[in-house]
């Protein structure tokens, strides 16, 4: 029950902090780390508004204990980014193709949108709908979400992966 | 929705692993992929002293081909399995299955001998590893015995794994001899990626003349724990796996099924799409069987 310390790499950066075993790797990021993009939803794994990069597969941060993440990658919204903290090209689909409302959703979305185009760069529909069925978005009707991965794609490919 | 304390250990071997569930008796629970058991935990229905974690141990994970079928080590992830040409060619019921099994994010993680400790009754892969009756191999200090997945399952969620033992592996036997093979796994739930209402799993072998030789055929959802409908088994050999003989294999669904009724289905509702689903799984298998070549795996 004790805190332990742990180092985990955390969108390219080394980061150590102390951890209790019951913490989540989720309030951890959030509260230890002060990384509050990636956004509790169910916090039992419903949900998906927590998803992140683990050794880079997407996975939910709520179902994680902290001291699990000693020595691993994660990357997180915030990873996302162009270096100068501009939005990157999957977070600009996303608002190009209007693919979010309230956005609280949004952080798990582009995560598991990221983790896709990584593994699959050209994904058919069914595949960017079977990627983000784990992620729950209550405004959208997830059109716009599946137009913004589409664009996504598009974009990636553009540059050349 | 946060847990309650517990003390964690990393053990980086099954010695370690058996030692400190032998220490702790009930008091400690092994952490997998920790897609149930962390949620457990957060809503308190699990309140684990010590948490012993197996992810770093490299002798519970991959999949090999044996002589005997594919041996499955308990901490291989379901999305590895899912990726795994060896299950693709030599299981492809188990292949079928797994993309039922959660989602990308929640396979990532979970773990196919997370499953099976479980015994969820409407779970994918329990269902499976009882269609194709699986041993599962359960170490504890100083000992280790091997279960038929026969009898393992007790109850929802109650399996006779006592609480000093490991699963450590899960062997999937491959049906031997010739004949032409089919399988067939179909599932209802509300939403894809849910615990499912009802799944059905069928795996055949026929001759080269059509006649159905060996036939597995079972059900989860639908009871307390997944199961084999030998009626509805015994019902397919023999025959051309016609009308006929699917009709009669629907009357010992009917008969063997004793559903209940909760908040996401009636009873009547899952006896209806039980007996569907059996069909479609087996038509699945037949039409599989009449396209392969003899012999072929699985």
């Given at each position: ?161 | ?91 492809p019921l188990?292949?079928k299955a ?33 269609a ?50 089919g399988t067939g796994f179909q599932e ?11 799944a059905a799993a069928a795996q055949i ?10 036939a597995s055929v079972a ?58 689903l059996v069909e479609r799984v087996i038509r699945e298998a037949a039409r599989e069987a ?9």
């Amino acid at each position: 029950m004790k805190p332990r310390k742990i180092t985990l790499e955390v969108n390219g950066r080394v980061r150590s902090a102390t951890a209790e075993p019951r913490l989540t790797l989720l309030d951890f990021l959030r509260y230890a780390l002060n990384l509050t993009g990636t956004h509790m939803g169910c916090e039992h794994g419903v949900c998906g508004a927590c998803t992140v990069m683990f050794d880079g597969l997407a996975v939910r941060s709520c179902l994680i204990y902290a001291v699990q993440a000693d020595g691993h990658d994660v990357t997180t919204v915030e990873g996302l980014c162009n270096g100068d903290g501009t939005p990157g090209p999957i977070q600009e689909a996303f608002q190009d193709a209007h693919g979010l409302q309230c956005g609280y959703c949004t952080p798990g979305m582009l995560i598991s949108a990221q983790a896709l185009l990584q593994s699959t760069p050209d994904p058919s529909d069914d595949e960017i709908r079977e990627a983000l069925g784990g992620n729950l978005c209550r405004c959208t009707g997830y059109a716009q979400i599946i137009d913004a991965v589409r664009l996504a794609a598009v974009s990636f490919q553009g540059a050349g992966g | 929705m946060k847990a309650a304390p517990f003390e964690y250990f990393v053990a980086d071997s099954i010695d370690e692993v058996t030692t400190g569930l032998a220490d702790s008796g009930e008091e400690a629970t092994i952490i997998a992929g920790g897609q149930t058991l962390v949620p457990l935990m957060a809503m308190r229905l699990a309140r684990p002293a010590l948490l012993i974690d197996v992810n770093g141990i490299g002798d519970l994970q991959g999949i090999d081909l044996l002589a005997g079928g594919v041996r499955i080590k308990a901490c291989t992830r379901q999305s590895d399995a899912l990726k795994s040409t060896i299950i693709g060619e030599r299981l492809p019921l188990l292949a079928k299955a797994l993309p039922y099994v959660g989602h990308a994010q929640t396979r990532n993680r979970g773990t196919v001998g997370g499953s099976i400790a479980l015994g969820d009754p409407a779970a994918e892969i329990p269902l499976v590893a009882t269609a194709l009756d699986a041993r599962i191999t359960l170490v504890k200090k100083g000992n280790s015995r091997e279960l038929s997945i026969h009898g393992f399952y007790q109850g929802p969620m109650m399996t006779s794994r006592e609480p000093d033992e490991c699963i450590t592996e899960i062997l999937f036997p491959q049906w031997q001899g010739e004949g032409r093979r089919g399988t067939g796994f179909q599932e209802v739930s509300l939403r894809h990626g849910d615990f499912a209402i009802v799944a059905a799993a069928a795996q055949i072998s026929v001759g080269e003349d059509g006649v159905c030789a060996r036939a597995s055929v079972a059900l989860g959802g639908v009871s307390g724990t997944p199961f084999r409908i030998s009626a509805a088994e015994d019902a397919l050999r023999g025959t051309m796996i016609d009308d006929p003989a699917l009709r009669a294999v629907a009357n010992a669904v009917d008969q063997a099924v004793d559903p209940q009724s909760d908040l996401h289905a009636s009873a009547s509702y899952r006896r209806r799409v039980a007996k569907v689903l059996v069909e479609r799984v087996i038509r699945e298998a037949a039409r599989e069987a009449a396209n392969h070549a003899a012999g072929d795996a699985p």
